[in-house]
């Protein structure tokens, strides 16, 4: 199960189910949400997206109580990970290709170099997918891992924590090896654009960045905790949080205007001028090279993963939650057009 670390997702969904209940004439703020009250209707399915919304709603082909995150090779090679199952995209329909509730309850990134050559990170744990199979990888540490990436098959870098200190793991192609991050913040997202300009985002607003040789501290402007960065160059970074987007553009970090008071998950774009944003409520944001813009989802449930192949084929992913429950995954897709923005 989820262990008392912090997890991203939970994190978000507990501060919504609080405001929801704090909204409820009876409920005080000394209660807390729970899915054990006896006589609780079931929640119903929502409608399928609106055709109102440019994105549509995916079927998974299974009872996943949660997506976090999504990446893939091409448009038809696209895997998308969350409470111990894995997911694959064959550019026709979706399957479960993994799935160990049990062992790997937490699955919270995945990136991969090439088909054959994808990461999964969670709880304390790193799976590989060669091609054919998924496995343990020893990992050296027992924290909590939030974020992967790298810039080749021998050049990896996984990101978490624990409480008062940030994990940075590197993998050369053999082995995994901890690094020493420069922080005491958990780190929860990591993006690179070369094996020498690598960024890590976290807890407090923390930004750190290596060079090719040490992580090092950079001036942030936020304490709100971040929990996704990317870019399309080394002066074109965005990193996004709490209510937060920031970008980077080569010298100095500053905040955007971007119309969004809710929490920012997942960050994704496939150049400068065409970036998504996803987080809580179903919320998407682009922004097109002078600002951003809401977009229509076409749903409420919760966003916390957004990647794609191109300009026109994206995908999000995330969960329906109720009860304190996650309850299903969620995957939308993209294709063009802006009906909705």
């Not at 919760?302 to 994206?314: A, C, F, I, K, R």
Request: glycine letters at 14%; a negative charge.
């Amino acid at each position: 199960m989820f262990n008392s670390k912090i997890n991203k997702a939970l994190v978000v969904l507990a501060v919504v189910l609080l405001m929801m209940c704090l909204a409820v004439s009876g409920c005080s703020s000394g209660s807390a949400p729970t899915s054990t009250a006896t006589n609780t209707p079931s929640p119903s399915i929502p409608s399928a997206t609106p055709s109102s919304s440019p994105w549509s709603a995916m079927t998974s082909g299974t009872t996943l109580p949660g997506l976090i995150s999504v990446w893939g090779g091409s448009s038809s090679d696209v895997f998308a990970v969350g409470d111990g199952t894995i997911l694959h995209y064959d550019g026709s329909a979706w399957s479960t290709v993994y799935s160990n509730t049990t062992l790997f309850p937490g699955l919270i990134d995945v990136w991969g170099s090439s088909s054959s050559d994808v990461f999964a990170v969670g709880d304390d744990i790193i799976l590989h997918y060669d091609g054919s199979t998924w496995n343990v990888m020893n990992t050296g540490t027992s924290d909590d891992l939030y974020g992967v990436w790298g810039s080749s098959s021998t050049d990896v870098f996984a990101v978490g924590g624990y409480i008062g200190y940030g994990t940075i793991l590197h993998y050369d192609g053999s082995a995994w090896s901890v690094m020493n991050s420069g922080t005491a913040d958990t780190l929860r997202g990591v993006w690179g654009s070369s094996s020498t300009d690598v960024f890590a985002v976290g807890d407090e607003g923390a930004i750190q960045h290596y060079n090719g040789s040490a992580w090092s501290t950079m001036t942030s402007g936020t304490t709100n905790m971040l929990f996704s960065v990317w870019g399309s160059s080394p002066s074109d970074v965005f990193a996004v949080g709490y209510g937060t987007i920031l970008h980077y553009n080569g010298s100095s970090w500053s905040a955007m205007d971007n119309g969004a008071s809710d929490g920012l998950e997942s960050v994704w774009g496939s150049s400068s001028s065409d970036v998504f944003a996803v987080g809580v409520d179903g919320i998407i944001l682009h922004y097109d090279g002078s600002a951003w813009s809401v977009m229509n989802s076409g749903t409420s449930d919760e966003l916390y993963g957004v990647w794609g192949s191109s300009s026109t084929d994206v995908f999000a992913v995330g969960a329906y939650g109720y009860m304190g429950q996650l309850l299903y995954g969620t995957i939308l897709h993209y294709k063009g057009g802006d009906g909705g923005h």
